[in-house]
């Protein structure tokens, strides 16, 4: 474990100079009760302390420019340095969020221009920038549904379908939104079943969630009858597009039927996340529901672009200013670079991938759903585990030796020892074939040294964390008696 800053304390360094004070000191009395009591505890450092502190914590992280990053369901996809270029010229990075409309008209027009390719993407009439995640996203797209139904004195509503596979925040969503959440069981193929669907479908369902292709990197082919199920018993369509990048440029969720979509910027479009964002959900609606987008609505006019605050049918603002963004500019560069061929052919190597990965792996590892897959899919640990008492956690940890950052495990919650593995699309085959090597030796030596794989990670500055105690009872604070 590398030193706390306050354990390199060096009384008397400091790592500051100030110029001298150009304005008249005053004389006001601060009342004894805000005074400090006693000196402040900070660690008194030289600036070249600092940096090499600060740099030797970044070389223990890992990131999406360290190495392969196969997490699936986040989309850890390579972040183009053009992007930050993009996003610190200082016509933007300058900008005030007070500013009065018409001195920001470029920065309007880049949301303007980002959100109609959005709708392109997506097949969708309308979309608002102002959601920070695809939670925030999916809170505002269930808002607009519930917005729908009350709007047409259609109050039995009560209920939310979400698939056993779904990501977490899809019920979590719903049920914040004060919603019952009822599952849909998959069928054996690991898609919707229709029967389930059928039967838990009618007048008190507002609508259903879900994600194509699904968690499990499979694409739900019977999304046309899902649609004609829900629509006909009057519900909506909600489409969560955190795997949008699997079919960008090849199908389109308004096209399937879908009434509200998000998407993640952060996680199509190339925008960096992970450690708290930030990020950026954008909602699009079909345009018999925009008017219950959020407000302001970014309106082009003839003379500019507008902000329009006045929408008595919104479902109100759902964040401060304009969103986030500077996550929008990286977006707006990334899809303007890659172009529609190019958008089209980073979903196309996105799925290649995958498919390359699943095909090596297959015979190592149990692939609980071995059929073609889209940009992702599920392998698991369960021979492993059966065999020799290695689980997942165990391959997981073990590849972190290797210099790798593990996959997604155990999720999604219906299958057992789950690893779930996302390559993305810019992994050339050489690398691809490192890591499939890799894989290879892991399940070797499950089998011919599994201590190796159950004492791993063997080389990292911290061995194995008491995750349970980490998450219930977080230190984040240096005690210094
Ligand atoms: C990542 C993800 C989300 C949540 O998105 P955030 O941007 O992390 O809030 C929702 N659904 C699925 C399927 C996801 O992968």
């Keep these: 474990m590398s030193k706390l800053l306050f354990e390199k304390n060096v009384p008397g360094s400091n790592a500051f100079s100030l ?34 502190h600060y740099m030797a914590l970044s070389h223990q992280a890992y990131g999406v420019d360290d190495g392969l990053y196969p997490l699936g369901s986040c989309t850890m996809k390579y972040n183009p340095k053009i992007n930050e270029w993009a996003v610190r010229l200082p016509g933007w990075s300058c900008l005030h969020p007070l500013q009065a409309p018409e001195t920001v008209q470029g920065a309007l027009e880049l949301m303007y221009e980002t959100e109609r390719m959005l709708c392109e993407i997506g097949g969708m ?55 019952q959440v009822v599952e849909v069981k998959s069928n054996h193929r690991g898609l919707v079943d229709l029967d389930d669907l059928q039967a838990k479908m009618n007048d008190e369902v507002a609508g259903l969630m879900l994600t194509n292709p699904n968690t499990l990197g499979l694409f739900e082919e019977d999304i046309e009858d899902i649609a004609r199920i829900v629509h006909e018993d009057g519900g909506l369509l909600y489409y969560d597009g955190a795997n949008l990048n699997a079919i960008m440029g090849v199908a389109r969720p308004g096209d399937m039927g879908f009434d509200v979509v998000h998407y993640n910027l952060h996680k199509t479009f190339s925008t960096p996340h992970g450690g708290g964002g930030p990020g950026s959900g954008p909602v ?7 008017d219950f987008l959020p407000q302001p609505v970014l309106i082009k006019e003839k003379d500019g672009y507008r902000l329009d605050e006045d929408r008595p049918l919104a479902i109100g603002k759902i964040h401060s200013f304009y969103g986030n963004f500077a996550v ?26 995958a498919n390359y990965l699943r095909c090596k792996l297959k015979d190592y590892y149990e692939i609980p759903y071995d059929r073609l897959c889209k940009h992702e899919f599920v392998a698991t640990g369960r021979w492993q585990m059966e065999d020799n008492g290695v689980s997942t956690l165990d ?19 219906i299958i057992k020892e789950a690893m779930m ?52 009872n977080p230190v984040v604070r240096y005690d210094k008696s």
């Design 421 to 472: 593995l996302e390559p993305t699309e810019t992994e050339s085959k050489q690398r691809l074939d490192d890591f499939i090597a890799v894989m290879q030796e892991i399940a070797r030596e499950a089998r011919e040294e599994p201590r190796q794989v159950l004492e791993a990670p063997h080389n990292t500055p911290v061995l194995r964390v008491d995750e349970v105690q980490a998450a219930r």
């Design 125 to 179: 009439d309308a979309f608002t920038l102002q959601p920070a995640a695809g939670a925030h996203g999916e809170m505002t797209g269930v808002m607009i549904i519930k917005a729908y139904h009350q709007h047409r004195k259609d109050e039995r509503r009560k209920k939310i379908l979400v698939p056993d596979s779904a990501h977490g925040t899809n019920p979590a969503t719903a049920h914040v939104m004060g919603y």
């Design 284 to 290: 699009g609606v079909k345009s018999f529901l925009s």
């Design 395 to 413: 391959i997981a940890k073990r590849l972190i030796d290797f210099g790798y950052h593990p996959p997604t495990v155990y999720f999604p919650l």
């Design 19 to 52: 110029p001298p004070c150009d304005v008249p000191e005053q004389d006001i009395a601060i009342p004894a009760k805000f005074l400090r009591q006693t000196e402040m505890a900070l660690p008194e450092l030289s600036e070249v302390e600092v940096v090499r």
């Design 328 to 353: 929008v500019v990286k977006a707006y560069a990334y899809i303007k670079a890659l172009g529609s061929a190019g958008i089209r052919e980073a979903c196309q190597y996105a799925v290649l991938n």
